[in-house]
């Protein structure tokens, strides 16, 4: 429990120094800040994985209002993720703007029986209020 009051306290810091302000002129920042959300996200929804204590409410704050409307059940989970086990350990191993630097998207890998293989890219928007929010996931 103390991990995840820690996992939480930073995540939610990282979201109101995000919120105070324009959204974040240093790219840097703004990734990590995109890939802490990412990295949030997967502990409350995969519980297989270190640290992970599931919150699928607090995983909706964590989704564009559209996206969190299609998490209607528990089984939205392994489908968006399209897995039936979930990985040992995840990572994300690459996070980058697009083009136009309006979203981020996050590459993840997943250990499974010792081996990493990639698993899921999200697509993490940053919306009014400076908040990094995911606003897809695609199985890869």
Known sequence: MKNYTTLAIS?????????CGAPPSNSDAALKEAAATVDAFMKFTLGSIPGASIDYDAAKELMTPDFAAEFTTPMFIPATYCIQDGPEDVRVTDVSFNEQMNWVEATV?????GGWRDMWKFTVVLVEGGLWMIHAIECI
């Open 11 to 19: 995540v939610l810091s990282l979201i109101v120094l995000s919120a």
């Open 109 to 113: 890998v997943g250990a499974y029986h």
